[in-house]
């Protein structure tokens, strides 16, 4: 799913106006709506007025501190959190993550990679809600394809037979944002993207690995696949009708 930068609304919270016109000016030349603060302490409120999807959030804040915030937005939503820290605030980032954070950057930061991040992090945020051209192919008993039914709240694949398996979260995860995406290729890029949450290189093969894996599982001959298909040199593409 490839998100338009106009239907994100990004929030950047930090106290340096430099470091923050530098970020806003970047963010609004690459197309995202952005809104901007110097302080956090009505941020929770702001996040759900303002439809707020992303916060890149200073660490070292006046007031309330970024950890405090980062506890209690995720308390109250599920608002995608990068946290902007400084090169010897390791112990802060971990306890970042610990508390909710989804990543983290390191001033000085290159701001092309903070902008991949942020990418990759607005897709996962999207693709969970369904939104911008993503759906929630989710019926009553979960997703039902071809005969098979995946459990999302049990991890559980039901075969056309009648039994039952409990998938690992990675290929839970893969075979979700397949199925939520039917007919569209998805990039390893943006599989990765939706498995991991952690940071990868461009020569992981997990995606095919994981692929093969379901393949196996769903009966789905690799030689000749009918329900998740292989589109060379771009990624892989969920093929089987998707019941109500």
Not at 5 to 29: C, G, K, Q
């Amino acid at each position: 799913m490839n998100i338009a930068p106009s239907h994100a609304h990004i929030l950047i919270v930090e106290d340096d106006i430099a470091s923050r016109s530098l970020l806003v000016s970047y963010f609004e030349n690459e197309g995202y709506h952005v809104s901007e603060s110097d302080q956090a302490d009505d941020l929770c409120e702001r996040v759900v007025q303002e439809q707020i999807d992303l916060v890149l959030l200073d660490i070292s804040l006046p007031g309330k501190d970024g950890l405090t915030v980062t506890r209690e937005l995720r308390a109250s939503s599920s608002v995608g959190i990068i946290l902007v820290t400084s090169k010897g605030d390791e112990i802060d980032r971990i306890v970042g993550l610990e508390l909710g954070a989804d990543d983290y950057v390191t001033k000085p930061f290159n701001p092309r990679e903070l902008l991949v991040r942020a990418k990759n992090l607005l897709w996962r945020i999207f693709s969970a809600r369904g939104g911008s051209g993503a759906s929630d192919r989710r019926g009553p008993a979960g997703y039902q394809f071809e005969g098979w039914v995946l459990d999302p709240h049990k991890r559980q694949l039901t075969s056309p037979e009648g039994e039952h398996e409990r998938l690992p979260e990675g290929e839970f995860k893969l075979l979700q944002a397949l199925i939520n995406h039917p007919g569209q290729v998805l990039s390893r890029d943006q599989l990765m993207d939706a498995i991991h949450d952690r940071e990868w290189t461009p020569n992981d093969r997990s995606v095919d690995v994981l692929i093969g894996r379901l393949r196996r599982k769903l009966g789905d001959n690799p030689s000749n696949p009918q329900l998740i298909l292989t589109a060379h040199g771009a990624g892989y593409m969920f093929a089987g009708d998707i019941s109500p």
